[in-house]
């Protein structure tokens, strides 16, 4: 009995060894960005944010230790804010997922994001300033119904860019919000939109439709 005891408990141990490593790649990092907030770094490079309320990249010395290790980012519903450049200059990025309760943001949140070659814009959210300037590998953005407007500079300097879906919704085109892309041929702007900002598509083989 007790021989069969001590195999039962070796055989547990064996099993508790091998799964350590994948318990530990499944959470590889956490921590604070905000009042109510959180993030988590799964092994895979999967940045998840969780929680409510406003991301703060203030809120933990260590975010921007993150940069350089999450390839993909998934914010969960419930985040309605973005502070500053939170993700700027997150190069390894290549998708990011944004919930339908994102309202707000400050500036520059995905700017230089150079991995990121599409995006689905919720339509709780308007892009604000800068929000995407100098994506590099940014090529195509969907911009969903309930959107009402794209900030000053928002894509600038985006190469890339060639395909741009805007919803019915959208009134305002801010100031040089598609500068300087280049790749960008044509965009349908909806009957809804009163407001093109000064040089929204400068630099741009645009045709307006």
Do not use: Q
């Amino acid at each position: 009995m007790k021989k069969r005891v001590f195999h039962i408990i070796l055989a547990a141990a064996i099993l508790l060894t091998l799964a350590a490593p994948a318990l530990a790649a499944d959470t590889a990092a956490s921590g604070r960005c905000g009042e109510t907030a959180r993030w988590s770094l799964s092994g895979d490079g999967t940045l998840t944010i969780s929680g409510t309320g406003i991301v703060d990249p203030l809120a933990d010395e260590s975010w921007y230790d993150l940069a350089e290790r999450a390839t993909k980012l998934v914010i969960r519903p419930g985040i309605t804010g973005i502070l500053t450049s939170a993700f700027g200059g997150f190069s390894m990025l290549r998708s990011i997922s944004l919930p339908n309760t994102l309202t707000t943001t400050v500036e520059s949140t995905f700017s230089y994001c150079n991995g990121i070659t599409d995006v689905t814009i919720p339509g709780s959210w308007s892009v604000g300033w800068g929000d995407f300037a100098g994506c590099g590998s940014l090529r195509s953005v969907t911009i969903r119904e309930g959107s009402r407007s794209i900030g000053s500079c928002a894509f600038s300097s985006c190469p890339e860019l060639s395909r741009v879906s805007l919803p019915s919704t959208m009134n305002t085109i801010g100031t040089s919000a598609f500068d300087s892309c280049t790749k960008l041929a044509e965009i349908t702007l909806p009957a809804g939109v009163r407001e093109v900002g000064m040089d929204a598509f400068r630099g741009c083989e645009v045709r307006v439709i």
